[in-house]
């Protein structure tokens, strides 16, 4: 009789266990959109191609035997050679330094920009979302405002009162960073503010009201954490946008100019009609370098997108 | 839906005063105008030039005073060009408007052959090309891509001309005049449709998937209707609706110029003006212009809107 029950307890025991392993096994929503990530092909290539971007503009400049800014009026706007891989400019520095250096400052100027509009962007979007009435009238509204002003000719004004104060070249990379998170980070609020509103609605939400969760609980353990994934699609494909942004400012003179190179400033050689037409290595590698980053940005964000929300 | 019609209308107006504000306080509170920008002129003559053009009031004056002549449908005098602000607009907005409009119909159709093509058959290798060809799209640099562009086609082989929109002191008349503009049309175009395909694509594609996976899609087909009938006739068209509503959105980018492929090009447009303008400081010229896009960006979304609310009647409900 003993026996009996104990070898139905012990049957029992190893059922729980078989199904705590499964359960175990089974992936957060999160867990389960990198399994995805890394199960694509795509955007695998999409990672190399920036991890290689990045290392190579953190780590390069210390590698190359040029210095920056070190000239030799012997050698200017001398082709690409074994010396200097991707040849010098006019003043014979050599250009792959200069290339890597600008990469730190472009990519520095996507990532930072978005990183603040992320955080202004987040905060009124959760704000208008969360607390409705009044606050989300006038902060989407003024969003809608912000939005309804073309951004490439107010970033061209901006950038025009930029060297009108006489910046210091050294702040002018803050200052770009700042204005292209304040004119992006309407889009973000928007879709923070949506991700919100039909969140609040959904039946978990009314869980952790019922369970009678402290207030800070229900927004930062369950509401705010939900809108977090979206958020991450939106701000990849956000700092493709802005190093895109950048450059077109560096190009015109507007954002970050020299002597700070930026990828963007760089190909501002091509408007000298002799450099444009004999000297391709002058201009031709910071374009590539802009396409090659903007490109796997976009295609991972895509990823991302599919991985995050699979349903798609 | 003439109450939703008129409720959107009703609110274009407090948009369209609070867009003027931020545009004109943008420019006012920038130091250096028009007059500190020319080196040539004594203090004395300066001043008067000031008072002249109404640069010696505070800006909130300024500011009411610029409203008072945007309601007679005065945008200003340009400092820059001597003529008023609207009669500049007017010289050379309509060469952005026929590069624009141009590239508005290629795109398009474009988008919407390769979209609707590759929705047809997902995940094959056309499909694939597609889309590496709308990510590569997305991620050009526009001057990037100007400058190939000019690079290949109009320097090393010289088959199309560098800029501008006829050919240095031509004269010509009649079809001569015509093919003149349009070999110089050929890159600007190019460029532009290249550029802006990209994400059109991806909306039709995303559309018209949508619409093959319809319950009404898959009743035409169990009906034995043929393969084509089927995409061209039940799939297209509810594919087609959501991405159409997208056209009033365009209605802007048809008068804005754009700006670095109209540089780039040396393309006597409307974004062409706007970098001009900005190097001399030619507020009235910028500023009227800014507005002249919000205005087109509120109406191009007001036309979306009731694109929408017509195709889809649950929209008009909020």
């Given amino acids: ?312 | 839906m003439r109450q939703f019609i008129l409720r959107r209308v009703l609110l274009m107006f407090p948009t369209l005063l609070g867009a003027s504000a931020v545009i004109f306080f943008i420019f006012a509170l920038t130091p250096g105008d028009f007059v500190d920008g020319s080196i040539s002129l004594s203090p004395e003559r300066a001043l008067e030039l000031k008072a002249l053009y109404g640069l010696d009031h505070p800006a909130w004056q300024r500011y009411l005073h610029w409203l008072w002549q945007l309601a007679h449908g005065d945008l200003g005098f340009s400092l820059q060009y001597q003529i008023p602000v609207t009669e500049l607009l007017d010289r050379y907005v309509w060469n952005s408007f026929l590069l624009a409009s141009v590239v508005l119909v290629l795109y398009w159709g474009l988008s919407l052959l390769i979209g609707v093509t590759a929705a047809v058959r997902p995940h094959s290798w056309y499909d694939r090309l597609v889309t590496l060809l709308v990510f590569a799209a997305m991620s050009f640099p526009v001057f990037f891509l100007c400058l190939l562009l000019i690079k290949w086609f109009a320097v090393d082989l010289a088959w199309l001309p560098v800029g501008g929109m006829i050919a240095t002191g031509s004269e010509s008349r009649g079809w001569a005049h015509v093919l003149e503009v349009a070999a110089h049309m050929v890159l600007p175009v190019l460029t532009l449709v290249m550029l802006q395909a990209g994400s059109l694509t991806r909306y039709f594609r995303a559309s018209m998937l949508e619409a093959l996976a319809l319950d009404c899609v898959r009743t035409a087909r169990a009906k034995g209707l043929k393969e084509r009938t089927v995409v061209f006739k039940h799939a297209l068209r509810n594919g087609l609706l959501p991405v159409i509503t997208l056209l009033g959105f365009e209605l802007p980018g048809l008068f804005s110029g754009a700006i670095v492929t109209e540089k780039l090009f040396n393309w006597p447009g409307a974004g062409h003006i706007h970098i001009d303008t900005l190097a001399a400081r030619d507020y009235p010229v910028l500023m009227g212009f800014t507005l002249f896009l919000a205005v087109l960006t509120i109406l191009g979304n007001l036309l979306a809107d009731i694109a929408y609310a017509l195709a889809d009647p649950r929209i008009r409900i909020r």
């Avoid at chain 1, 609040?200 to 369970?211: G, N, P, W």
């Fill in chain 1, 1 to 312: 009789m003993r026996s009996y029950f104990n070898g139905r307890r012990r049957r029992r025991q190893a059922e729980l266990e078989a199904l705590a392993g499964t359960l175990g096994r089974t992936r957060s929503p999160l867990g389960d959109a990198v399994w995805r990530l890394r199960h694509s092909r795509p955007a695998l290539l999409a990672l190399a191609v920036l991890g290689l971007m990045v290392l190579a503009c953190v780590f390069g400049p210390w590698l190359t035997p040029w210095q920056l800014d070190s000239t030799d009026a012997l050698l200017s706007n001398s082709a690409p050679s074994a010396r200097h891989w991707l040849g010098t400019d006019f003043l014979g520095r050599d250009i792959l330094t200069r290339l890597l250096v600008a990469g730190r400052i472009s990519l520095s100027v996507g990532f930072v920009s978005v990183l603040l509009s992320v955080l202004l962007g987040y905060t009124a979007g959760a704000l208008a979302g969360y607390l409705g009435g009044i606050v989300d009238a006038l902060i989407m509204r003024f969003a809608d405002l912000l939005m309804t002003i073309p951004s490439l000719p107010l970033l061209i004004i901006m950038g025009a009162v930029l060297s009108e104060l006489k910046v210091d070249p050294d702040y002018r990379i803050y200052m770009v960073m700042l204005m292209l998170s304040l004119l992006s980070w309407t889009s973000l609020a928007r879709i923070v503010r949506g991700q919100i509103l039909s969140l609040r609605e959904r039946d978990f939400m009314l869980a952790t009201e019922v369970l009678g969760l402290s207030t800070r609980r229900r927004l930062f353990r369950h509401l705010l954490p939900n809108t977090v994934p979206l958020l991450i699609v939106a701000a990849t494909m956000g700092v493709a946008g802005a190093i895109l942004n950048e450059s077109y400012l560096s190009y015109l003179g507007l954002g970050v100019v020299p002597p700070t190179p930026s990828w963007g400033n760089m190909m501002d050689t091509a408007n000298s009609f002799v450099d444009f037409q004999r000297r391709p290595w002058l201009w031709m590698p910071p374009g590539l370098a802009i396409f090659c980053t903007v490109i796997a940005i976009n295609v991972l964000g895509d990823c991302l997108r599919d991985a995050i929300d699979p349903k798609r």
